[in-house]
């Protein structure tokens, strides 16, 4: 053994390998060996007066909506892209000193971020890991790590078609012989979906409420389709009339119809990526059916919706919300034994 690879083999001794799935809605972090060892959502708690970062994560979470006029919870991604670099690399360094294992000297991240992203956004993730103590960066677009973590074939020479519907954005990606062969981004996602209740209810209702009421309805009764047996839910917020705090009951059926031009748009984006590929991949698609992954992936029937309107059949990933972070943790392990796999990562440090 030479000094270089005595140093190498010292370095991975010492490294632990970490993914990190940097979501607009939940960040996630996998550990090589310990599985996934954090999942919260990507929000920051500044007091505004002073410009302090008060609180990261699932506390600053709980303050959202709920805090006095100087404190503002802040998603610094929120439209799929780096609002706020400050706010990010803090986010990222407060996640990755929490999720690392104090055995390692070093870590080696793997990023998972939009496919639709700049130049300077990807290099500006790499830094803000860096800064965060990671030795070594490396990025994957989210589609990939998402197949990755989904178990598809990557790397073969046949198509596989991945929908990841998460908070601000919604990906849909054909992949085959470990690339991105044709990709859409919309800022189509949860978050509009939460929009589009809290429309609806303020509209037919009288009553105003917040993003979160409009979420937990949406997780509770949504549906993309009509459902069997109806579901129905108790929100409450504030009538718009008497200014007074009132709940009422919404319905499945209210879910749907308030949310269904989003739906559409979502529909749309995976028509027009079909429309663009090329056609021995579309055949590889019809034959193997669309993935769903993303939080997004949950809502009630959007799976059959899917398949309704392009005829090809829709599976949901095993763990929609954890595909990601999977993928992403698993590639350099994978890179190991399936060299091919190298060009799954887009840019190094
Ligand atoms: P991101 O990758 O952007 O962080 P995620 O994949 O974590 O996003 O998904 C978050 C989105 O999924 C949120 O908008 C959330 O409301 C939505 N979501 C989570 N669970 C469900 C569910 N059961 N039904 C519908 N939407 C859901
Ligand atoms: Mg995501």
């Given at each position: 053994m030479n000094f270089k690879e005595l140093f190498a083999s010292l370095f991975s001794y010492a490294t632990e390998d970490l993914g990190i799935d940097?979501?607009?809605?939940n960040t996630l972090v996998y550990a090589e060996g310990r599985g996934i060892v954090l999942r919260e959502p990507s929000v920051v708690a500044v007091d505004?007066?002073?410009?302090?970062?008060l609180a990261v994560g699932e506390e600053a979470q709980r303050m959202l909506g709920r805090t006095?006029?100087?404190i503002t919870a802040i998603r610094p991604l929120r439209d799929g892209v780096i609002a706020d670099y400050d706010l990010t690399q803090a986010m990222l360094r407060y996640f990755i000193s929490k999720a690392?294992?104090?055995?390692?000297?070093f870590r080696r991240v793997v990023v998972g971020i939009p496919s639709g992203v700049t130049e300077v956004e990807r290099l500006a993730v790499i830094e803000a890991c860096r800064k965060a103590g990671a030795g070594q960066a490396f990025v994957i677009e989210e589609p990939m790590a998402a197949a990755i973590g989904s178990g598809?074939?990557?790397?073969?020479?046949t198509g596989s078609l991945i929908v990841d519907i998460g908070g601000g954005t919604t990906e849909v990606a054909i992949i085959s012989l470990a690339g991105i062969v044709a990709a859409r981004s919309i800022r189509v996602a949860g978050d509009e979906l939460d929009e589009a209740v809290a429309n609806y209810v303020r509209r037919a209702f009288n009553l105003y409420i917040g993003e979160r009421s409009a979420e937990k309805a949406k997780i509770e009764v949504g549906a993309a389709y009509p459902l069997e047996t109806e579901l129905t839910t108790e929100v409450r917020g504030r009538d718009l009339v008497t200014g007074l705090p009132r709940s009422c009951v919404i319905s499945s059926e209210d879910v749907r119809v308030a949310i269904q031009d989003q739906l559409a748009a979502i529909v749309e984006a995976v028509k027009l990526t079909l429309e663009t590929s090329p056609p021995e991949l579309s055949a590889d698609i019809i034959h193997r059916g669309i993935f769903l992954a993303g939080g997004?992936?949950?809502?009630?029937g959007l799976d059959r919706l899917i398949s309704d309107e392009t005829g090809i059949p829709v599976l949901i990933a095993n763990d929609p919300l954890g595909c990601v972070v999977l993928g992403a943790g698993r590639v350099l392990a994978a890179i190991r034994e399936n060299p091919q796999l190298r060009k799954v990562l887009v840019k190094s440090n």
């Amino acid at each position: 053994m030479n000094f270089k690879e005595l140093f190498a083999s010292l370095f991975s001794y010492a490294t632990e390998d970490l993914g990190i799935d940097l979501g607009t809605a939940n960040t996630l972090v996998y550990a090589e060996g310990r599985g996934i060892v954090l999942r919260e959502p990507s929000v920051v708690a500044v007091d505004s007066e002073t410009g302090t970062d008060l609180a990261v994560g699932e506390e600053a979470q709980r303050m959202l909506g709920r805090t006095p006029a100087s404190i503002t919870a802040i998603r610094p991604l929120r439209d799929g892209v780096i609002a706020d670099y400050d706010l990010t690399q803090a986010m990222l360094r407060y996640f990755i000193s929490k999720a690392s294992s104090k055995r390692f000297a070093f870590r080696r991240v793997v990023v998972g971020i939009p496919s639709g992203v700049t130049e300077v956004e990807r290099l500006a993730v790499i830094e803000a890991c860096r800064k965060a103590g990671a030795g070594q960066a490396f990025v994957i677009e989210e589609p990939m790590a998402a197949a990755i973590g989904s178990g598809l074939p990557v790397s073969e020479p046949t198509g596989s078609l991945i929908v990841d519907i998460g908070g601000g954005t919604t990906e849909v990606a054909i992949i085959s012989l470990a690339g991105i062969v044709a990709a859409r981004s919309i800022r189509v996602a949860g978050d509009e979906l939460d929009e589009a209740v809290a429309n609806y209810v303020r509209r037919a209702f009288n009553l105003y409420i917040g993003e979160r009421s409009a979420e937990k309805a949406k997780i509770e009764v949504g549906a993309a389709y009509p459902l069997e047996t109806e579901l129905t839910t108790e929100v409450r917020g504030r009538d718009l009339v008497t200014g007074l705090p009132r709940s009422c009951v919404i319905s499945s059926e209210d879910v749907r119809v308030a949310i269904q031009d989003q739906l559409a748009a979502i529909v749309e984006a995976v028509k027009l990526t079909l429309e663009t590929s090329p056609p021995e991949l579309s055949a590889d698609i019809i034959h193997r059916g669309i993935f769903l992954a993303g939080g997004g992936a949950l809502l009630r029937g959007l799976d059959r919706l899917i398949s309704d309107e392009t005829g090809i059949p829709v599976l949901i990933a095993n763990d929609p919300l954890g595909c990601v972070v999977l993928g992403a943790g698993r590639v350099l392990a994978a890179i190991r034994e399936n060299p091919q796999l190298r060009k799954v990562l887009v840019k190094s440090n």
